[in-house]
């Protein structure tokens, strides 16, 4: 194929590729004006950061909605490193979650969104650490893949690159590797093998977006006479909306990490420093030309352009349809270029826009298993032209020919059978279907690399012709039902095995030698669904039965199987995952799982089951009752049933000296002082019952929006310190406290096999009534003995502690559990028997 069809085929790819709810609604009138504004703009931007909810909105808007350029924000990561407000999902759930989000701004603020390979392995004290994890060469490659693709005239990064040790490791990364990329899109030398694909690219300048807020810390003056400054909060006439209040909208969607923002109305001032390039002093795209003149051919264009937008007739756009048709023609007939294939494509889509035309493709089933047939239905709609419908193709295997007339303004429904090719791949999100190492996702196949989600899963491409021109479109495949509260109802359809296996626990911990019956959950994605079940365990573990029969009539049907798993006599680690063969001799092993939440379309993902079994040498005092105040969501309580613990959930009614008094420890789940607002009435009561004997364990909270500064009986001040390689030493401070001693006697040991970090928002001070437990720091720093405070306070145990348990604890970390089951047993009982 010619490499230059391939560009534009990724390109459009890219377009295309953006998460939808539903089909595409009809774009209003003045809607339609904004776009043909757009299309006498031929300049692009690319914003540059490394997590979601580092892109400042504002910009993207300005330059997408208010300036009228291509615009897209590139990611470096997917968030999996974060945490999660809104649900359980965490790592790589929490990573597809994040993704959405970022579509979902996107679609407000007008941009568009990339990321590379990089996995979000927690916070990062500084470059160099964070690319001993990364793969350099190949983000590095990434960025330059994503400038290739889409020739940004100026990259802005979020993040200044000469500010290592300053900030997060990823921050100050992302601008390095962005300096770096500049001058290697440009080179042919570097990561040639993208040039089957795409040509060279040298952008005119690379920017820091900066603000006073970067200089707070840091001892040095800002200056704006410096920057380039521009106003990011004008009005928009035809959206109705000033730029702010549209970034603030988007900046909203970043629902899991808490970034709901107020909507932004009026003036506000955004800051841009030359970082490398050709310099400029009063604009971003100074002696950058943005017209026509870009395009061979556009002195023809242009004018044509203009008047389109000039004659535009809010109350008539279908009257601007031979002018745009006139000017597709212009741009079909023009030398091939970059610009020319976009503002073709953004032609077409006006051509719809102002014809009235509106489509869905709908299949019967949510869920359909490759080789099957896809019910199809197509509903198709015009008021304000003659449209044709041709023929409809799916994926590059199935044409099913139309030649249907549209009345106008009446809804045409055809359907259709198609058998689906075997070789459809299941929708799993790309960039985990391999296993993925700590710092990278595997992805082989380039055209996907950067790519926000999968490519539909059976992208279907309608040809048309309005008023006689020739126009395709294509569309992805929905499952819509009707829901009585909510109305229409959409969902994106998945390729799925025949049979799905889940185990409901992603750890499964043994405390003692007994065995434990382990769940297995079938679900057929077909009729008539059968065949056998196994599972597969490490060394040293045994399972029974061998097999299990399964026999499901009807999609969507379940059947539970029980398995028996013996652990081995010593403390260790293994997985175990499902086999299922099917009476025609295929093998699957994938699990199955739905994130559903209102803000994002449904993700269906595929991963194989994989379960991690943990022997553990652990020991429980007899404290075995605990109240858990829930905070952001975590799942140490699962955790801590799991090992025998009998843990019950307190809302805020169930916080009562009466109620209290019942449990042998408090626990208090992460930021729970940061999120709810009624920490500051309960803590008197926590407190209370510490005095009359209780041990209360609160888990890290960050000193930001803290709902009450008598965190502790006595003072203790939080801070930013934490430790984020997990491999870090541990030294212990009290080796003879009853915290290291009773019920399980700690050592160095314990701290091995933790994932992601030690602990995070430490305390820095504390009054000298807290006898600290542990000293730890990152390479390179200072030691910090903040991460675990213990203070008796009246016949009890206060505990504050930074530890992150919320990560060790479901990844079944041994030595986690048993400092932590230590802590729950702190009692003056406890601390007899450790004498």
């Known amino acids: 194929m010619n490499k230059l069809l391939i560009f534009f085929g990724l390109l459009f790819g890219l377009l295309s590729a953006q998460a939808q709810h539903q089909p595409t609604p009809n774009q209003s009138a003045s809607e339609i004006k904004a776009a043909l504004k757009k299309l006498n703009v031929l300049g692009s931007v690319m914003y540059l950061a490394a997590h979601p909810d580092d892109e400042n909105q504002r910009i993207i808007t300005y330059f997408a909605r208010g300036k009228g350029m291509r615009t897209a924000y590139l990611s470096l990561t997917r968030g999996d490193g974060g945490q999660n407000l809104i649900g359980p999902e965490v790592r790589e759930e929490l990573g597809v979650i994040r993704t959405q989000e970022l579509l979902a701004a996107r679609r407000i603020d007008g941009g568009e969104q990339l990321f590379t390979r990089a996995n979000d392995f927690g916070y990062s004290k500084n470059p160099d650490e964070t690319l001993n994890i990364w793969d350099k060469e190949a983000v590095l490659a990434d960025v330059v893949w994503a400038i290739r693709k889409l020739r940004p005239d100026v990259i802005i990064t979020r993040f200044s690159p000469y500010r290592a040790g300053k900030t997060h490791g990823h921050h100050t990364t992302s601008a390095i590797l962005g300096m770096e990329a500049f001058d290697a899109a440009a080179d042919p030398n570097r990561f040639p093998e993208q040039l089957e694909y795409v040509d060279t690219w040298q952008p005119k300048r690379i920017l820091w977006n900066t603000s006073p807020w970067f200089y707070r810390y840091t001892g040095e003056t800002f200056d704006p006479s410096e920057h380039i400054i521009l106003d990011a909060g004008g009005y928009d006439p035809l959206l109705g909306k000033s730029l702010g209040e549209i970034a603030m909208e988007a900046r909203s969607q970043h629902r899991c990490q808490g970034f709901g923002a107020e909507l932004s109305r009026g003036t506000h001032e955004e800051y841009l420093r030359h970082l490398k390039g050709d310099s400029a002093s009063k604009d971003v795209f100074e002696d950058i030309d943005t017209s026509w003149n870009r395009v061979k051919g556009g002195d023809k264009i242009a004018p044509l352009a203009k008047k389109v937008y000039d004659d535009f007739d809010m109350e008539n756009p279908a009257a601007s349809i031979p002018e745009l048709t006139q000017l597709l023609h212009l741009l079909r007939a023009a030398e091939d270029s970059y610009y020319v294939r976009l503002k073709t494509k953004e032609v077409e889509q006006l051509i719809l826009s102002c014809a009235g035309y509106w489509q869905e493709a709908l299949s019967k089933e949510y869920n359909l298993v490759a080789g099957d047939s896809l019910q199809l239905a197509l509903n198709i709609i015009q008021r304000n032209a003659q449209v044709q419908v041709d023929s409809i193709q799916l994926g590059n295997w199935g044409s099913i020919a139309i030649d249907s007339v549209l009345e106008k303004n009446t809804?045409?429904?055809?359907?259709?059978?198609?058998?689906?090719?075997?070789?459809?791949?299941?929708?799993?999100?790309?960039?985990?279907?391999?296993?993925?190492?700590?710092?990278?996702?595997?992805?082989?196949?380039?055209?996907?690399?950067?790519?926000?989600?999968?490519p539909y899963a059976i992208p279907a491409t309608i040809h048309l012709k309005v008023n006689g021109t020739s126009i395709t479109t294509t569309i992805p495949i929905f499952y819509k039902w009707i829901n009585p509260a909510k109305g229409e109802q959409y969902r994106p359809i998945a390729i799925t095995p025949t049979l799905t296996a889940n185990i409901e626990e992603g750890v499964?911990?043994?405390?003692?030698?007994?065995?434990?019956?382990?769940?297995?959950?079938?679900?057929?994605?077909?009729?008539?669904?059968?065949?056998?079940?196994?599972?597969?365990?490490?060394?040293?573990?045994?399972?029974?039965?061998?097999?299990?029969?399964?026999?499901?009539?009807?999609?969507?049907?379940?059947?539970?199987?029980?398995?028996?798993?013996?652990?081995?006599?010593?403390?260790?680690?293994?997985?175990?995952?499902?086999?299922?063969?099917?009476?025609?001799?295929?093998?699957?092993?994938?699990?199955?799982?739905?994130?559903?939440?209102?803000?994002?379309?449904?993700?269906?993902?595929?991963?194989?089951?994989?379960?991690?079994?943990?022997?553990?040498?652990?020991?429980?005092?007899?404290?075995?009752?605990?109240?858990?105040?829930?905070?952001?969501?975590?799942?140490?309580?699962?955790?801590?049933?799991?090992?025998?613990?009998?843990?019950?959930?307190?809302?805020?009614?169930?916080?009562?000296?009466?109620?209290?008094?019942?449990?042998?420890?408090?626990?208090?789940?992460?930021?729970?002082?940061?999120?709810?607002?009624?920490?500051?009435?309960?803590?008197?009561?926590?407190?209370?019952?510490?005095k009359n004997g209780g041990n209360l364990i609160i888990q890290y909270n960050t000193s930001h929006r803290l709902k009450t500064k008598e965190l502790g009986p006595y003072p203790l001040t939080l801070s930013r310190d934490r430790v984020t390689v997990e491999e870090a030493k541990v030294k212990l401070l009290q080796p003879n406290h009853a915290a290291m001693q009773y019920p399980n006697k700690i050592t160095q040991k314990d701290f091995e096999g933790w994932v992601q970090e030690r602990g995070l928002y430490f305390p820095s001070q504390w009054d000298a009534h807290y006898t600290p437990l542990f000293s730890m720091h990152d390479p390179g720093e200072t030691p910090k003995e903040g991460s675990t405070l213990i203070a008796p306070y009246g016949k009890g145990y206060y505990v504050y502690t930074g530890i992150s348990w919320f990560r060790e604890l479901p990844a079944g970390v041994p030595g986690a559990f048993r400092i932590l089951s230590n802590l729950i047993a702190l009692k003056q009982e406890a601390t007899d028997k450790s004498k």
Do not use: C
């Open 508 to 690: 499964i911990t043994f405390a003692d030698d007994q065995p434990k019956e382990i769940k297995v959950t079938v679900k057929a994605q077909k009729d008539n669904a059968s065949g056998n079940l196994s599972l597969r365990v490490g060394k040293g573990w045994k399972v029974s039965p061998d097999v299990a029969s399964i026999v499901l009539d009807e999609k969507y049907e379940e059947a539970s199987f029980i398995f028996t798993v013996h652990p081995p006599k010593k403390q260790g680690v293994s997985n175990l995952s499902i086999a299922i063969t099917t009476a025609d001799g295929r093998a699957y092993e994938q699990g199955y799982k739905e994130i559903t939440y209102d803000h994002i379309p449904t993700q269906t993902l595929m991963s194989k089951t994989n379960t991690k079994l943990v022997k553990l040498n652990i020991q429980r005092g007899e404290q075995n009752r605990i109240g858990y105040i829930m905070g952001a969501g975590d799942l140490v309580p699962e955790a801590l049933r799991a090992v025998g613990y009998q843990v019950d959930i307190l809302g805020n009614d169930d916080i009562t000296p009466t109620i209290l008094q019942r449990y042998d420890a408090i626990m208090v789940g992460i930021r729970a002082y940061n999120v709810n607002s009624r920490m500051k009435y309960h803590q008197p009561k926590l407190l209370e019952y510490v």
């Open 411 to 454: 809804l045409t429904k055809l359907s259709h059978s198609i058998l689906l090719p075997t070789s459809l791949d299941y929708s799993h999100p790309y960039w985990l279907k391999e296993k993925e190492t700590k710092g990278m996702f595997i992805v082989q196949e380039q055209a996907l690399r950067g790519l926000p989600e999968n």
